[in-house]
Each structure stands twice: as structure tokens, then as C-alpha cells.
């Protein structure tokens, strides 16, 4: 399947080009669409306030009309006079737009990579829940022998969370995140199948924005496409529960709260 190109979504997303019924089949450019749609959409609200004050446009633009006068074009003491009336005004200007397009810049991709993030760990799950011969899933719903599959293929064991209340272990997948190797497993709920994401990047990192305290522990919290995902720091590495929109953030916060280390 041939997907969109970046251009092809911004023109959508412009008007220039009516959205193609490929959109609505294809997960992944719906899922880019979303991404896009929502990036300059933060972007458009974080840059909405800058603006010029009345004064400073109505003082450049009389420095501008003085400075192509060619009756005001002099050389000598007399034009660096001049300049000195109208091009620092015109350079601090200047300088106040770049520095604006550098922040937006600044903006842009990292909004960009922590989007980029959320779409790896929905990747991720989506993986899980496939069929996929490329996708190597470990399927046992022993704990024990999770923990030991994923600490013989990356060298540790990861807490995994008390099960209770119709949860069971679906069993683990390796996968690649921020070009990594990462491991995740599946725990089957009344709510949803979940996966528990591994990685060793920081919470804030992941692009989620929202942060709450629960046990006396911060979680951050966030959604992309049609995923809820929350995030704790757990010992040495973060744990991302990632579900359909069906397991709400409070059931993945509850998952994620009955981590515990595993016995060595």
C-alpha cells in the first residue's frame, strides 16, 4: 500500500486538495492526518499572541518610508546619522523575528518528536494486538516466564503489575523505540487489552502533557488517534500503558499502580 506524502497531507490539511478516500482506509495516514492536523493546531496557539504594538508598526513604517526618501540618502557624518535613526529600530525588529522563527523552530520539532513519540508507543500496541508473522510475540501467561524471556533477551527483569479483578498476561513482545530495543507485554482486562511499554526515556519526554499525582507517585497522561496512554517512572526505567480509548486514563493509571518488582 502506497501511503500519502508529508506534502500531500499539509495540502489536505490547507484545503488545496480534497481528502482522498484513502485517508479513511488506511490507518496509518489517518493517524498522520490527526498528527499533523493536531501539531498546527498547538502551533497556531502558542505563536497567536505575538504580535507587533500598534507604536513600534507605525514608527518602522515611518523610519522605512524616511530611509527610501532619496532626498534622506546622504553619505558621511549625515548618513550615519541617519542610519543610526532608522535601521537599529529596523534591526531590533529584525532580530525579534528571528528570534521568533528560531522559538518556533524550537516548537516545531519538539512537538514534533514527542508526537513522533506517542506514535511509536501506539505502533507498539497496535503491533501486539496483530497477527503479523514480522511481529515476534512471546505468548504465555505465565509471569514468571515473562520475566524471564524478557531479562535472557534484554538483560533485566521488568516489574510487572499485581494481577486481580479478570486481568491476565497475554504474553511479551520485543520492539523498537527511538531506535532501541524496547520490551512490552500484554495484559488482557474487562476494559481492554493493555500494553505495558518499557523504555528508559524520562516521562516528560514522551509528549505527554498532562501530570497528576497518585500514590504518593507523578504519572503523565496524554492520547494519540485513538490510544490513552499513561506513563510512570518505575526504578530504572519508565512504564507506558497504552490502550484504546475504551481503557480510560484512570484504569491504566490503576494498572500501572500495581507494579511491582519481580522476585530475583
Known amino acids: 500500500m502506497t501511503h500519502l506524502t508529508d506534502e500531500q497531507l499539509e495540502d489536505i490539511l490547507q484545503g488545496s486538495i480534497p481528502e482522498p478516500e484513502h485517508v479513511g482506509n488506511c490507518r496509518v495516514c489517518r493517524d498522520r492526518l490527526i498528527e499533523q492536523a493536531a501539531l498546527r493546531e498547538r502551533l497556531t496557539s502558542a505563536f497567536a499572541p505575538v504580535r507587533a504594538g500598534d507604536a513600534l508598526r507605525e514608527r518602522i513604517g515611518r523610519d522605512l518610508r524616511r530611509a527610501a526618501s532619496p532626498a534622506e540618502s546622504k553619505s ?10 532608522w535601521a537599529w529600530p529596523v534591526a531590533a525588529v529584525a532580530a525579534a523575528a528571528v528570534m521568533v522563527f528560531t522559538l518556533a523552530g524550537i516548537y516545531l520539532a519538539t512537538s514534533e518528536d514527542a508526537s513522533a513519540a ?28 515473562i520475566s524471564h524471556y524478557l531479562k535472557t533477551q534484554l538483560g533485566f527483569q521488568p516489574a510487572l503489575p499485581r494481577l486481580g479483578q479478570g486481568m491476565s498476561l497475554r504474553g511479551c513482545c520485543l520492539a523498537h523505540f527511538r531506535g532501541q530495543m524496547v520490551g512490552s507485554y500484554v495484559v488482557n482486562t474487562p476494559k481492554g487489552v493493555i500494553s505495558i511499554i518499557v523504555v528508559t526515556d524520562p516521562p516528560k519526554t514522551l509528549g505527554m502533557s498532562r501530570t497528576f499525582e497518585h500514590d504518593r507517585q507523578t504519572f503523565w497522561a496524554g492520547s494519540f488517534a485513538k490510544s490513552h496512554m499513561v506513563a510512570v517512572k518505575f526504578g530504572r526505567f519508565t512504564y507506558c500503558a497504552v490502550g484504546e480509548t475504551s481503557a480510560s486514563h484512570d484504569m491504566l493509571t490503576d494498572i500501572l499502580s500495581r507494579l511491582v518488582h519481580p522476585k530475583p
Not at 76 to 85: K, Q, T
Not at 118 to 145: M, W
Open 76 to 85: 558621511g557624518d549625515a548618513g550615519r546619522g541617519h542610519w543610526s535613526r
Open 118 to 145: 506517542q506514535a511509536e508507543l501506539v505502533k507498539i500496541h497496535q503491533h501486539n494486538l496483530s497477527s503479523e508473522p514480522s511481529v515476534h510475540f512471546y505468548t504465555d501467561a505465565d509471569p514468571e516466564n
